[in-house]
């Protein structure tokens, strides 16, 4: 299978102005991504993971190094890319269905259509009875469940999420995550998903990249072979989970 | 809520006021020409609401106010918008807004006279003064703190500029532009009152300005009660169902911080 996603070289060094210096944030990262795997990213809070996925997303540009999504350099944000972000980040005056339907009316689809994703999108992410509802009516949940049909509508050719479940509490986060991989695996998306917590990546992904600490480089990239679909009930036992968790543990924590 | 507990939450304030207010005249501590009681002053309104001479004043000022308000907010939220997008144009129009922002719309009576002559004229030009920088200032405000992760959002959705600024900026300006209206009608109305007694010959501010030279102190407090009151109308008729349906719907703006 050809590679979806390519980045080649990429750094990123930034002022930061409290400290008054350069800081590297990623030093030459190397990474492609084929098409319709679930990816994720992970390393300790400063290793560059979110900076990475916003040079991916194009809102930042990379000092060194370049990435391209389908044979595209990126040089931009783009609807072939879209994010899912920690804090939602809906727009608070529009429904869920128009926040939804808010990529493919950009795309000036006709009505009939966006009615149509919407419906179907809304459905997918289990939001049927909240079309109506404004974003500060729904739950954390509820809101993140929304922020992913939003991407999704659009049809991306990656879908970035930069720690999406972070902010909910961690019996929602279970039911997001089982709900996200069946979702991907249904359309076969391909997911770009950052996070620091290990056991969720290995949950979610075909793959795992383990960054280090500042400045970000690459200590691991693993494959993870699990049945699909994917329950925590399931998981909590089987001991192949564990020995990938706990094999990332000790990539990140340079432990032996 | 009931619609009979909406209306007395509604008038409670009023009534408490007004028994208030009977209570201290009738103790009769001062004399009816400094302290004029509800009654006077109600027996007033009916007169010259009946003579017509309230209404002429009102419209007067009311037309005034509105153009002066209408005119300011035409150079001010371009202007607005076009300093919080643009670099440039707010490096340039900065220091000047903050110059001129300071100066009382009532400094410019004496200009506004000369340019404009005694009358509306002059008073509807110190009104646009002093509606433009509020209006002003509350946009940009409001374009500072719209939060960047909505437009990176929309931007990963295909959202270029004109669509970021439709569907972000604009609606999420809009509390601190109601702020910026709000605050820019207030003292549209505190520059007519003081643009009237000085440079015009009609209006509200004329009429109270006039009644104190015959002592009609009655007179007084019905043109004053007459601004509230216009006020009043304006806020419940218009400014507020505008945010009921608008920021308060979605959620960015609450009536107070109790829990429903």
Not at chain 1, 46 to 72: M, N, Y
Not at chain 1, 136 to 162: E, F, I, K, W, Y
Not at chain 2, 148 to 175: C, D, K, M
Request: positive net charge.
């Amino acid at each position: 299978m050809t590679d979806l996603l390519v980045a080649s070289g990429v750094s990123k060094t930034y002022f930061d102005t409290v400290a008054n210096d350069n800081v590297v944030a990623l030093d030459g990262i190397s990474l492609s991504i084929r098409a319709h795997q679930f990816v994720s990213v992970i390393g300790p809070s400063g290793c560059g993971k979110s900076t990475f996925l916003r040079l991916v997303a194009g809102l930042d540009r990379p000092t060194a190094g370049e990435i391209t999504v389908s044979g595209r350099k990126v040089t931009g944000p783009g609807a072939d890319r879209g994010m899912v972000f920690q804090e939602y980040a809906l727009l608070p005056w529009k429904t869920t269905a128009a926040n939804i339907e808010f990529g493919p009316r950009l795309k000036g689809l006709p009505a009939a259509e966006r009615a149509a994703i919407t419906q179907r999108f809304v459905e997918l992410v289990g939001l049927k009875g909240f079309e109506n509802k404004y974003p500060h009516q729904l739950s954390g949940g509820m809101r993140q469940r929304a922020a992913v049909a939003r991407v999704l509508a659009n049809n991306p050719t990656v879908l970035l999420m930069d720690e999406p479940f972070a902010a909910v509490d961690a019996m929602t986060r279970q039911r997001l995550q089982e709900e996200l991989t069946a979702i991907t695996a249904h359309e076969r998306t391909t997911v770009l998903f950052i996070t620091h917590a290990i056991e969720e990546a290995v949950f979610l992904s075909d793959r795992v990249v383990a960054l280090s600490g500042r400045p970000g480089r690459i200590v691991a990239d693993l494959e993870i072979d699990l049945p699909r679909p994917r329950r925590w009930d399931d998981m909590a036992n089987d001991p192949r989970f564990a020995a990938y968790r706990d094999e990332l543990t000790r990539c990140i924590h340079g432990k032996s | 809520m009931s619609i009979v507990r909406k209306l007395v939450t509604e008038l409670l304030p009023f009534v408490v006021a007004l028994a208030l207010w009977q209570a201290l005249s009738m103790a009769g501590v001062w004399p009816k020409v400094l302290f004029p009681s509800p009654l006077d002053v109600a027996q007033t309104f009916v007169t010259d609401i009946a003579s017509g001479v309230l209404f002429v004043n009102l419209g007067v000022s009311l037309r005034s106010l509105l153009l002066g308000f209408a005119v300011g907010c035409v150079i001010a939220v371009p202007l607005g918008y076009l300093m919080g997008l643009n670099r440039a144009s707010r490096d340039f129009f900065d220091p000047l807004v903050n110059l001129l922002q300071a100066i009382p719309g009532l400094a410019w009576i004496p200009f506004a006279i000369l340019w404009f002559g005694l009358g509306q004229g002059a008073v509807t030009f110190i009104i646009v003064m002093s509606v433009f920088f509020p209006v002003l200032h509350n946009l940009l405000t409001g374009i500072r703190m719209v939060q960047p992760v909505l437009i990176e959002a929309v931007q990963t959705l295909g959202a270029g500029r004109v669509a970021v600024i439709r569907h972000v900026i604009f609606p999420a300006t809009l509390p601190n532009l109601m702020t910026g209206i709000r605050l820019g009608i207030a003292f549209g109305f505190r520059s007519l009152v003081g643009g009237e007694m000085i440079a015009s010959t009609d209006g509200l501010g004329y009429a109270i300005f006039n009644a104190q030279q015959y002592f009609q102190s009655a007179r007084i407090v019905v043109g004053m009660l007459t601004i509230g009151i216009v006020w009043l109308a304006m806020d419940r008729l218009i400014l507020r169902p505008i945010e009921q349906r608008t920021t308060m719907r979605w959620g960015l703006v609450r009536e107070g911080l109790e829990q429903n």
